[in-house]
């Protein structure tokens, strides 16, 4: 099973990157699925959970307005448009797949995680 996360880079404050999972070797369309992130020195965090049926979008309350998470269960795909970035949204981003079809914000109910994607906000 992958989950392989691409379109992280360098940004300056205020601007735009989405960030796109790809999974191949299980289908994930019945579960949730996720992003994480984790800067330097710090531990990972939650940013954004979908649940299977796009029914139940859950985000970190720091991203709220400013992110949003998409999935096209056809593509096996997960999305992250992030809006108007901060330099403290710099960190390495990570999805995950759900062992469960309802989102969650807590790391333990993923059990699949990708590689990660660099995202780095410039003041």
């Known amino acids: 099973v992958q989950l392989q996360a691409s379109g992280g880079g360098l940004v300056q404050a205020g601007g735009s990157l989405r960030l796109s999972c790809a999974s191949s070797?299980?289908?994930?369309?019945?579960?949730?699925m996720g992003w994480f992130r984790q800067a330097p020195g710090k531990e990972r965090e939650f940013v954004a959970a979908?649940?299977?049926?796009?029914?139940?979008?859950y985000y970190a309350d720091f991203v709220t307005g400013r992110f949003t998470i998409s999935r096209d269960n056809a593509k096996n795909t997960v999305s992250l448009q992030m809006n108007s970035l901060k330099p403290e949204d710099t960190a390495v981003y990570y999805c995950?797949?759900?062992?469960?079809?309802?989102?969650?914000?807590?790391?333990?109910?993923?059990?699949?995680w990708g590689q990660g994607t660099q995202v780095t906000v410039s003041s």
């Open positions: 995950a797949g759900s062992t469960y079809s309802s989102s969650s914000s807590n790391a333990l109910d993923y059990g699949y």
């Open positions: 070797g299980r289908t994930f369309s019945n579960y949730a």
């Open positions: 979908i649940s299977w049926n796009k029914g139940h979008i």
